[in-house]
């Protein structure tokens, strides 16, 4: 009837080819792999310079914690405000113009009751709201920016 040789029976399968192995990479990706190592070097390196960079905020916090009264904070306050800014603008200050200052580096408003215990409570010894100040200077510290003046000193004299 039929020839054997081209019968349906003889055919087989078709046996695929092995899958491409994903090893060794392509050059291409060894690229890629390079530029995401060294993108998270950058970051890592940033975070740890911030991080170094805001020692004295985490300090100050950890002294504010265990301020006892609102000259204690003042004083938290102030040597906190020496590291961002010249000593001798800082210095000079006192009274209402270094309340004010102080309010002017941060974005949220001083309370009355905080500028009035920082200008006059910190002399009377008299016992003021500790704890609203002390939330003041918190957030003062956390929150606090540096002024432009001192980058713009800091990039002349390099």
Not at 36 to 50: E, P, Q
Not at 92 to 106: H, P, R
């Amino acid at each position: 009837m039929s020839d054997p040789s081209t019968s349906l029976e003889r055919l087989h399968d078709l046996v695929p080819p092995p899958g491409i192995s994903w090893w060794p990479l392509a050059p291409g990706w060894y690229f890629v792999a390079v530029c995401i190592l060294f993108f998270i070097g950058v970051t890592a390196f940033r975070g740890w310079k911030r991080w170094k960079a805001n020692a004295y905020r985490r300090a100050a916090l950890r002294e504010l914690e265990s301020a006892s009264d609102i000259t204690a904070v003042a004083e938290i306050l102030r040597r906190t405000a020496l590291m961002t800014a010249p000593r001798a603008s800082i210095a000079a200050k006192s009274g209402n113009a270094w309340v004010d200052w102080l309010a002017s580096v941060i974005p949220d408003p001083m309370p009355d009751e905080v500028r009035h215990q920082l200008t006059c409570g910190i002399y009377d010894r008299s016992e003021g709201d500790l704890m609203l100040v002390s939330q003041y200077a918190d957030r003062w510290i956390r929150n606090h920016q540096s002024e432009p003046n001192l980058l713009n000193s800091i990039n002349t004299s390099s």
